[in-house]
Nanobody, 120 residues
Framework: DVQLVESGGGLVQPGESLRLSCAAS????????MSWVRQAPGKGLEWVAW???????SYAGSVKGRFTISRDNAKNTLYLQMTGLKTEDTAVYSC??????????????WGLGTQVTVSS
């Protein structure tokens, strides 16, 4: 079975950093593009970043320059390094397979997510 399990979320103050991880199993992780998507309270899904199997990356404008997506195919793990966190980054962060520029839970596989709360 395909499994995506996120970890690394938590409560931080504005300006601090976090690194999220997404452990993948049940498919050939290294062959697929992977995305991070977030959902803030009361809002819809928002694409954050994707990385291709060739390590090409793309970011939403709201996080560009602050977040870095990466992957370790040997460990079947996707990462999201988040720096300079802002209160508006508060959301549940999920990893998903494929390009999720227009996120849809009907497309690809999704993890359950990890909560990131940025508050002073």
């Amino acid at each position: 079975d395909v499994q995506l399990v996120e970890s690394g979320g938590g409560l931080v103050q504005p300006g601090e950093s976090l690194r999220l991880s997404c452990a993948a199993s049940g498919f050939t992780f290294g062959a697929l593009t992977m995305s991070w998507v977030r959902q803030a309270p009361g809002k819809g899904l928002e694409w954050v970043a994707w990385i291709t199997n060739g390590d090409l990356t793309s970011y939403a404008g709201s996080v560009k320059g602050r977040f870095t997506i990466s992957r370790d195919n040997a460990k079947n793990t996707l990462y999201l390094q988040m720096t300079g966190l802002k209160t508006e980054d508060t959301a549940v962060y999920s990893c998903a397979t494929g390009f999720q520029n227009v996120p849809s839970r009907d497309r690809g596989y999704w993890g359950l997510g990890t909560q990131v709360t940025v508050s002073s």
